[in-house]
T-cell receptor, first 115, second 111 residues
């Protein structure tokens, strides 16, 4: 199916474990983003990528690692999960456009609980 | 730096009531402005946008006018429905195709 998908949709893990959240888009969009959504904070950018093999930190990158070896995939890894990383994680993508700003398309989210 | 500020929620309205969700922004220059909507259990999706001052964005009965004199982009709808229950985010673009998102305003419409 075309679009942007995330897996898993729900994940429960324990403190200290490594967790990888997957994101896949079928549009060949240049840009991809990872956000976390928490009550009272709205959406906060964790990492973003302008193209394959190009990634950069967002507002809250500590404790997270990303990679982008292929344009369509942008996995997010929590190297050693902490309770403060309990959140809903959204992946998004957008296409590069010269002078304008393009709409971001969001995945359905992954609800992560760290016990 | 650039930012957006949204009115605090939650907002609860009866069906057919008038809706206003306030959004003000701080930015260098005159960027495009956006409203995104998040329905329960889903990701955000673009609701409407305006690309320059005095532009009015509209979609699904919602409207927002880009007012540079008041640095505002308030979201309005004349008659809300139960299906409009969602969280609404004001957004301001940043470099690198990024966005500054407001904290979101939760709307519940009761029949």
């Amino acid at each position: 199916d075309a679009g942007i998908t995330q897996s898993p949709r729900y994940k429960i893990t324990e403190t200290g474990r490594q967790v990888t959240l997957m994101c896949h888009q079928t549009w060949s969009h240049s840009y991809m983003f990872w956000y976390r959504q928490d009550l009272g904070h709205g959406l906060r950018l964790i990492y973003y990528s302008a193209a394959a093999d190009i990634t950069d930190k967002g507002e809250v990158p500590d404790g997270y690692v990303v990679s982008r070896s292929k344009t369509e995939n942008f996995p997010l890894t929590l190297e050693s999960a902490t309770r403060s990383q309990t959140s809903v994680y959204f992946c998004a993508s957008s296409q590069r456009q010269g002078q304008g700003y393009n709409e971001q398309f969001f995945g359905p989210g992954t609800r992560l609980t760290v016990l | 730096g650039d930012s957006v500020t949204q009115m605090e929620g939650p907002v609860t309205l009866s069906e057919e009531a008038f809706l206003t969700i306030n959004c003000t922004y701080t930015a260098t220059g005159y960027p495009s402005l956006f409203w995104y909507v998040q329905y329960p259990g889903e990701g955000l999706q673009l609701l409407l946008k305006a690309t320059k001052a005095d532009d009015k964005g509209s979609n699904k009965g919602f409207e927002a006018t880009y007012r540079k004199e008041t640095t505002s982009f308030h979201l309005e709808k004349g008659s809300v429905q139960v299906s409009d229950s969602a969280v609404y985010f004001c957004a301001l673009p940043n470099t690198g195709n990024q966005f500054y998102f407001g904290t979101g305003t939760s709307l519940t419409v009761i029949p």
